[in-house]
């Protein structure tokens, strides 16, 4: 059984910052591509950033481009998510994800296997 607990999340204001943490137990972590996702109040779940097993390649969202950065660290089974510079429109649930998967699907929240409860990040304006 793999388990994925996220934490980080809060209110903050437009500009603020917030890096969000992803903890994975149950299985070799350092086997799974991870990803982070987001789901605003009424919208459907969108990706947000990518990283692969070893952290030599990641993928952003075209509108956290810039903003975010993804990173991991196999030693402590956890994948972060620094969020910069953030706007109203960052308000979301924000999930870890994990999963044996292709390239091209790194951007496909039905292709990962396993996913946290997720943490609000709240951005007033």
């Known amino acids: 059984q793999v388990q994925l607990v996220e934490s980080g999340g809060g209110l903050v204001q437009t500009g603020d910052s917030l890096r969000l943490s992803c903890v994975v137990s149950?299985?070799?972590?350092?086997?799974?591509?991870m990803g982070w996702f987001r789901q605003a109040p009424g919208k459907e779940r969108e990706f947000a950033a990518s990283?692969?097993?070893?952290?030599?390649?990641?993928t952003y969202t075209d509108s956290v481009k810039g903003r975010f950065t993804i990173s991991r660290d196999n030693a402590e089974n956890s994948v972060y998510l620094r969020l910069d510079s953030l706007k109203p429109e960052d308000t979301a649930v924000y999930y870890c994800?994990?999963?044996?998967?292709?390239?091209?699907?790194?951007?496909?929240?039905?292709?990962?296997?396993?996913w946290g409860q997720g943490t609000q990040v709240t951005v007033s304006s």
């Open positions: 149950g299985r070799t972590f350092n086997h799974y591509r």
């Open positions: 994800a994990a999963g044996l998967i292709n390239s091209r699907d790194r951007k496909t929240a039905s292709a990962y296997d396993y």
């Open positions: 990283i692969t097993w070893d952290g030599g390649s990641t």
